[in-house]
């Protein structure tokens, strides 16, 4: 058995050493160079912050447009009522080697990052009537891009010519999984997720060779009969329909070789009759080793959720310094309304404090400092209400930590749900609920968090619009954010606004990268590019220098 | 009611299924059983006909079929009992196609004294009604409300005497509202004031055709307007197409549209949002006295 797995690696290390020369190299992967941004969130820490400063609070004010293209989605899915060729690219680009990869459901591009082109098209339809839901984009190693399809496909394509490679079932699209997390490469581990609130499923995070596409390991979200947290469920019945599918990427912490995420909420969603119980890992911010998918520690940011309060959002590591000493930590903004911070060696709470104005159904904290939920607020046939809503607080567009100013930033509302019990049944199904969520009253804005204390420092409140956001911060003292309309450059110390620009629809997490020695800022706005770039003096523009 | 703990499960279809490649291996155990489905509230709406995408003609004959033959095991909707398996998450309906799975299992005789002898065209009927069931039970859009008049109205009147008479009456502006709206639409009405609109947390409103409309805005007495004052003194009364950090545009009350860069501290912009007493009561309102105030404004038929 050992002489034939020495084999095995034996004849695949040529290959795999030719791949990773050509395309994404490892040590990028780690250490992102400034013309980089190898993985979704810019680096395994998640934190979106760019160690960048030629563009900076300082000279913002002339960013300019370097040039705006656009992308059409396949024509079968828009065929079928789901909107006329347009897509919306919701997740967030990579950029390897002075190409940009993203994806929209079910389709995928590389475009040119200093033009603009589109170099390839990869389109797959979905089957299934689960709804179309933003996917969160690609993941690379060597030259080999992955994405999650909508029926629960882990597809990889090849980098260079968009040419697909193979196709992996994940989990089935009849029993109503679904799929939109950008898969996460770490070594030779592709880590992608699935799960589905419509016919209670229980979710699980999985490996998946990055040559093979063959399943690696599995984590349940739910433990079984005669695993640890099963205790937390009151029967098998229970358990088996649990949920808790992660779908937002998390973060990789190479020391302990832990990827640390958040799980999804229980089901059936919105009644716990036959989910008594903590119902672990539900809600539940928790760490696997990267190999083996093993649980090393969890924090149940929402035990016993009745309102769809994933905890399925950013996972940001942060290397802080708490009362003088130096601290591993992992940061959190929940749906739930709760800014969590964590010890990410052991997983014990460093912070837990509310990041919105109003949480009506906090009552207090556990041994283990998770919270109690007030019993009195879970949804019931006459309506319950109660701040936040399911959809409230935050969701999962991309947060951003800046180590520079030791903020961590959040788009957030204020609003609140009107829960109704729509399934009475002591057995109940799906989402087993209705929320009629009402206009929220609060506004919303942009929150920036001491990482210490939780403490609000400052915050900007959008006059209209706002919602969830993706955002990016640098070394500039940035922070680039938007109202749903506007791309919007902040001060990332007290939150003036420097820069502004208007777009065509509500766009993505823009990154920021170095090209050429010039830096850009590049969001996607429905299926419209945009690639900002400093104005220069005339003195040293293109034309001069070639006349 | 005695509960057992009976686990059925379709092992001859599951096995058969995940042996053909079409299952994960994941999926094998989901289709353990709930003990009573008596209070099942998943039924063959409309909703859940449209969205399963199957003929109601089929449908149709498919109820018929199941109530003879199915219902007394696996219950009215399906959902199982003490007798019978859940049939809506069970793995072998999820993963059917007009019959080809259930087909060999119903062909077979699958239980003691249960009907063998379905034709084909039975058995597509059959699958047709399950494929609505499990529809209306995951897709949220076709879910139901149970009956959310579950309030005081006595209490409820109390209340309304002491909030929300300083601006309505029941005999004049909600005169007769229990009789226009459904329990739980009422009960949204009444919490925010009849409508959804609110300044704040609101998409921005790129205008499309109402900047087109020149005819003087129809304020009524939830319509938010503002008051837009220019560095030169000069102010205008509106009503508000959208308000960000960078742009005011609105129709003042003539109806004249105007689109105002802000830069600086002008144009100063002042909104009054005449909901205000509605978005505060909500943060005090309690569960309770919301639905006694529903059940009081019920009976103003």
């Known amino acids: 058995m050992k002489t034939q797995k020495l084999i095995l690696l034996l004849c695949s290390l040529p290959m795999a050493v030719v791949a990773h020369a050509e395309g994404l190299e490892k040590s990028t992967l780690l250490k992102p160079t400034p013309d980089s941004w190898p993985s979704l969130n810019g680096n395994y820490s998640a934190n979106r912050f760019a160690n960048l400063k030629s563009i900076n609070d300082k000279n913002v004010q002339n960013l300019s447009l370097s040039w705006t293209s656009q992308v059409t989605g396949g024509t079968p899915t828009m065929a079928s009522g789901r909107g006329n060729g347009t897509v919306r690219v919701g997740g967030s680009p990579l950029l390897v ?46 030259n080999y891009l992955y994405m999650i399809t909508r029926d629960n496909f882990l597809v990889s394509v090849d980098a260079r010519t968009g040419a697909e ?56 979200s739910v433990p079984k009969k005669g695993e640890t947290g099963f205790e937390t469920w009151p029967d098998e019945y229970g358990s088996l329909h649990g949920g808790g599918g992660p779908w937002v990427q998390g973060a990789y912490d190479p020391e302990t070789n832990l990827y ?62 708490i009362d003088g000493k130096s601290r591993k930590l992992v940061a959190q903004a929940s749906r739930n309304g709760m800014f969590i911070v964590l010890d990410r060696i052991t997983g014990k709470p460093v912070v837990h ?34 701040w936040p809503s399911s959809g409230s607080a935050t969701n999962w567009p991309p947060t951003t930590f800046s180590p520079q100013t030791g903020l961590f930033y959040v788009s957030s509302d204020e609003g609140y749900g009107l ?65 749903g309309n506007d791309l919007v450059a902040f001060n990332a110390a ?54 | 009611m005695k509960r057992k703990s009976i686990e059925r499960v379709m092992r001859s279809g599951i096995v058969a299924a995940i042996a053909g490649g079409l299952l994960p291996m994941h999926a094998q155990q989901v289709t353990l059983k709930p003990t009573v489905g008596a209070n099942a509230t998943v039924a063959a709406t409309p909703q859940a006909v449209q969205a399963s995408h199957e003929d109601p003609v089929v449908v149709g004959r498919g109820s018929t079929l199941y109530a003879a033959n199915c219902a007394s095991c696996h219950g009215n909707t399906a959902k199982g009992t003490d007798l019978a398996p859940d049939l809506i998450r069970s793995v072998l309906v999820e993963d059917d196609d007009k019959g080809d799975k259930i087909g060999p299992l119903l062909k077979n005789g699958h239980a003691k004294g249960a009907k063998s002898d379905w034709t084909d065209q039975q058995i597509r009927d059959i699958a047709a009604w399950l494929r609505v069931q499990v529809y209306g039970a995951a897709f949220r859009q076709t879910y139901t409300y149970v009956n959310a008049l579950v309030g005081d109205p006595k ?28 329990v739980p639409g009422l009960q949204f009405r009444w919490l925010t004031g009849g409508g959804t609109r609110s300044m704040r947390g609101g998409t921005i409103s790129r205008g499309g055709s109402m900047l087109m409309d020149t005819s003087s805005p129809r304020v009524t007495k939830s319509t938010i307007t503002i008051t837009v004052t220019l560095a030169n003194g000069q102010k205008m009364e509106g009503v508000p197409v959208s308000i960000t950090d960078f742009n005011i545009s609105f129709r003042d009350m003539t109806g004249q549209f105007h689109s105002i860069a802000r830069e600086g501290a002008f144009p100063r912009v002042v909104t009054h949002n005449p909901l205000q007493p509605h978005e505060d009561l909500l943060k005090r309102v309690k569960n309770d006295d919301m639905h006694d105030v529903t059940a009081y404004l019920v009976t103003l038929k």
Not at chain 1, 260 to 269: C, L
Not at chain 1, 359 to 380: C, N, V
Not at chain 1, 529 to 544: C, D, I, R, W
Request: charged share 20%; glycine share 12%; proline share 6%.
């Open chain 1, 419 to 483: 829960f109704y019990v729509s399934d009475t049944d002591e057995h109940p199904e799906g989402w087993a609920g209705i929320q009629s969520r009402l206009a929220p009253p609060g506004p919303n804005s942009i929150k920036a968090l001491d990482y210490k204390t939780g403490k609000l420092v400052w915050r900007h409140i959008w006059p209209t619009g706002g919602g969830f956001v993706g955002m990016v911060s640098t070394a500039g003292n940035l922070l680039f954010a938007s109202n």
């Open chain 1, 260 to 321: 640390i995420y958040g799980t999804a909420n229980p089901n059936p969603v919105f009644v716990g009759a036959s989910r008594k119980g903590d119902d672990l890992y539900t809600s539940t911010m928790m760490a696997v080793n990267a190999d083996t998918g093993k649980i090393a520690w969890h924090y149940q940011v929402s035990p016993h959720d009745t309102h769809d309060w994933d905890a399925s959002v950013s996972c940001i590591l942060i290397d802080g310094t």
């Open chain 1, 165 to 220: 490679r193979w196709v992996k079932s994940v989990s089935d699209p009849k029993q109503f999984y679904f799929s939109t997390m950008a898969p996460m490469v770490v070594e030779n581990h592709i880590i992608i997720g699935t799960g589905g609130d419509s016919l209670d499923l229980k979710g699980f995070l999985q490996a998946r060779d990055p040559e093979t596409g063959e399943i690696q390991w599995t984590t349940y």
């Open chain 2, 155 to 182: 209490k409820g009147e109390v209340y309304f005497q002491k909030n929300c008479a300083s601006c309505h009456s029941a005999t004049g502006d909600l005169a007769g509202i229990g009789g226009r709206y459904d």
């Open chain 1, 97 to 142: 080697n002075g190409v940009l990869y993203f994806t929209a459901t079910d389709n995928g591009w590389a475009v040119d990052a200093r033009t603009g082109r589109v170099l390839w098209h990869y389109y797959r339809e979905s089957k299934g009537d689960e709804p179309v839901t933003a996917n969160k984009g690609f993941g690379m190693w060597g």
């Open chain 1, 494 to 547: 007290n939150g003036n606004i420097l820069w502004h620009a208007g777009l065509i629809a509500p766009p993505n997490a823009p990154i920021t990268y170095m090209l050429d020695g010039k830096q850009y800022v590049f969001t996607i706005a429905g299926s419209t590019l945009y690639s900002f770039v400093m104005n220069e003096p005339a003195g040293k523009s293109q034309h001069t220098r070639s006349q």
């Open chain 1, 353 to 386: 404090v509310p990041f919105i104005d109003t949480i009506t159904w906090l009552k207090g904290f556990d041994d283990k400092g998770q919270p109690i939920a007030d019993p009195s607020k879970e949804p019931t046939v006459g309506g319950t209400l109660v």
